[in-house]
C-alpha cells in the first residue's frame, strides 16, 4: 500500500493490485482443522464401523480446541487447545459427582440432574464413544427424566447408557440387562411401541438364556411384552401371549402376587376389546 500527499489534501493511501485479503473456503478451512483431530484428538471422536471424514471430525473440535486462528491460506492455522484436567483428577470428580447425584437422587432430583449434566458435559448420546462411567451417568439420568416425565431425555440417555454398557460387557452382562431394560421402558413411555417391542424381545430372550425360560423375570418381561403388543393394537396376540404367562407363572411360581398383577392387566384388556367391539376367543 503506498502512501500518497497532494497539495491541499490530507494524505491518503491507495491499495495496489492484490492487496485486499480474498475470502478463505470454510470447505479447506474445516478440513485441515479436521485433519488435526484425527491425528491428535481420536479420543473424543465417536467409534463408527468405517474411517471418519475430516469434516465429521470437525465438528467435534470445539471439545478440545479453544480458538482457531486462520492466516493467508486455509492451511495457514494456529490453534488454541484447551487446558486439559489431569485425567485421574477429572475422573475423581466425575465419580464423586455420580456417587452423590445417586444419594440424593430421591430427595433431590433436581440436584442430581445438575450433577449428572456436569458428568456428561461435552457428551454427545447420539454419538459419544462407549464410556463405563459416562453409561452409569446416563442411566440415571434416564431413570430420573422418566420419573419426572420428561419421556424424550430420558429415551436418549437410555439409548446411550445401553450402547456402552454393551460395548464392554457384552449383551447378557447384568449391566447391559438393566440398561436394555431402561431402554425399552423409556421407548415405551416416549410411545415409539414398535421400538420397545423388539427391545423387549431381545430382553426376554436374553433373560431366557440367563434366568431360565420360567424364571421371575423372564415371564414379567412377556408379560411387559403383551402390554406392548397391546399398545401397537395387536389385542389378540397379547391376550394370547398374557394368557400364556400367566398359567406359566402360576404354574412355576404359585402364590406370586406378580400373577395377580397380570390378570388385571388381562382383564382390562379384555374389557377394552369388549367396549371397542372385537370378537375374540376367550
Known sequence: MDHTALLDTPATYHCQPGCRRQPLDAVAIADAVGRVILRHATRILPTTGAPLPPCLAAVHAHRVLARVTVGATASD???????????DHAGN?????????????????????????QILTGVDPTSAPAHPLHADAAALLAELHLRHGRVAEAATWAAYAHR????????????SLRALHLHAAAQRRAGHHQRAYHLYRQLGEHLTHTSGPQSPRTLAIRATTALVLHDLGHCHAARALLTDTI??????????PAATRMTQHLTRIRNKCAANGHQHDN
Request: hydrophobic share 30%.
Open 93 to 117: 470428580n466425575r465419580a464423586r459427582r455420580l456417587t452423590t447425584a445417586r444419594d440424593i437422587a430421591r430427595r433431590e432430583p433436581l440436584r442430581a440432574r445438575q450433577l449428572l449434566h
Open 77 to 87: 492455522l494456529t490453534l488454541t487447545w484447551r487446558p486439559a484436567i489431569p485425567p
Open 247 to 256: 398359567a406359566t407363572h402360576r404354574r412355576q411360581h404359585p402364590g406370586h
Open 164 to 175: 456402552s454398557a454393551l460395548h464392554p460387557h457384552g449383551p447378557t452382562h447384568p449391566d
